[in-house]
């Protein structure tokens, strides 16, 4: 096994007496020579004491710092393994076959190249100070990525030698998790008033975003991550359920000009923890911190990062603007009218104080963008919304969920279908794991009859977010408009275990009961509704199935009552499938010039079957400029 300061130190323990007793038990010692490490007192001791008890000291380079006095004298006559001249990859292989290697330490071997047996223990020594805890939580981050991936690959390399991993003892879950994959949770508020779950909240999606940039790294998408907030599951379930090999977890405390995280790497499969590392650094170095740790982690798990590392496009930031873009986060995250008002009057106020900064206006323009579809006068908001994509992009042409956005307006509002096919493509293009551009890319292969392709687009969505609930109700409504009713109904059962409030949840599982023979089950679900509007709709399309028209009639009444100005194709629906003609038309033409979004959907509407023999309705479907 590997030992490593301080991850290994019991709490409580002398911290001077644990790296002793650690060297005494070791069959070998690794040194990293670095900078950090030759200047330390305390490396040069540790150096000292294994070779006092004749340990064989295995040292890899990594950098040109020159050896101090009292590391000159242990290992001037030894070799080491130099990763400047081979490459990290190819050094950290050397070093992985040199502790593998079957003959023990003999005569005449020097210390440094020493072999140790497989299944030793070995001891890895760094620059920290035992005494200050503020210097273990300063070691510089080269030193730490390269602590981090020697100590991921003993654990994942090693290990197995004598532990059987996931993969060999669950097939089921070795189907699933790719070996490259992270789940980042929330992080934890430590902070003294517990106020600061916003800001944890935003450390972790900030790390969370840029691991999703290194192209080799499957990352789960926050939606589904953030499930497990505030539950106490065990680590190996949760990666069970999200289908990926590793997880970061963490805790976040914050003063006033002070930020203290904490990270640990854990292997989803047998719960072991790979890696941690404790950060303490002023408020204005946040940015650079979540750049490190996504770095370190993505090299903990053997994935390469050059110049071009995913946090290079991002700039410090005013302090201000930043605090307050991931307090609008916070708020709109909650997706009710309320939060997506507060949400947009804390980004607003980021902008505000600094107005170049790309991240709070994409954030401002998906904040209306959902807003829109909850208000009563969507088309002032649509425009809020497509203003601020287009600023966006303007600051960073890069950002595929603006791109995205533009195309939902053009998709919802405009109905300008070449267009939204032109924005899609490069949403796509800039962001092909983002589970939000592919379920709002969705909403235009349905309008225009490519149910297959939309179906595929959700299902990939669901392989990087597979607790998104956006999707799966998604997925509902497309199989319904295929007339797949039992792939509807699991689907919709599949929005309710996620979010047991999910607006329009319990009515379309009724609609899917309903559709499959069922109105009396429907009927009983959709009274579960919280929403009377929508209850009122799946009542009224229920009870007329039943031959309960008296019924039918009241729910309708309560549906025109409570949805005439932002429910009217709910409400042509409903006639439609009366075979009101007359009616459903009235209320389409109203839903026209409210600028309905769902009209959209018009053409793969299964209520709409009865219009379709009238000249008016194809008229109508033309005028959409929608594909027969």
Known sequence: MCWIAPRDVNAGALYAEAIVRAIGDAKALVLLLSANSVASAHVSKEVERASSKRRPVIALRI?????????????????WIDARAAGMDAAVAKLIAAIREPERTAAGVTPATAAVTPG????????????????????????AVVVAAIAALLAIKFWPAKHPTAEQTNTTASSVANNKSIAVLPFTDMSEKKDQEYFADGMAEEILDILAKVPSLKVIGRTSSFQFKGQNEDLRAIGAKLGVAYLLEGSVRRSADRVRVTAQLIDARDGAHLWSQTYDRPA??????????????????????GADNPQSDRRLINDAAYDLYLRGRYAAERVDADGLA?????????????????????????????????SLEPSGIFELSRQAAQSALKLNPKLGLAHAVLGGILTDYDWDWAAADREFKQAFALAPHDARVLTITTDLTVALGQLDTARQMLKQALAYDPLFADAYSTLGWIEWCAGRYEEMLAAARKVLEIDPAYDWGHTTVGLALLNRGDPAAAITEINRESNAVEQAWGLALAYQALGRTAESNAA???????????YAYEIAEVYAYRGERDEALKWLERAYAQKDSTLK???????????????????FVRRMNLPD
């Open 284 to 305: 204005s170095d946040t940015l650079q911190m979540q750049g490190e740790i996504a770095v370190t982690i993505a090299r903990s798990l053997e994935i390469g990062i």
């Open 556 to 566: 309708l009444k309560k549906l025109i009552t409570g949805g005439a100005d932002n």
């Open 120 to 143: 030793a223990s070995l001891a890895v020594a760094s620059a920290v100070d035992p005494k200050s805890p503020r210097s273990r939580m300063l070691i510089t981050a080269g030193l």
């Open 601 to 619: 959907w018009i053409a793969r509407d299964p209520t709409m079957a009865k219009l379709e023999v009238d000249p008016r309705y194809k008229a």
């Open 342 to 374: 507060a949400g947009v009057t804390y980004l607003r106020q980021a902008l505000d104080a600094d107005p170049s900064f790309a991240d709070a206006q994409v954030a401002l323009a998906f904040t209306y963008y959902e807003q829109a579809f909850t």
């Open 63 to 79: 950098d040109d710092a020159p050896l101090s006095p009292a590391l000159e004298y242990f290992l001037g006559e030894s070799h």
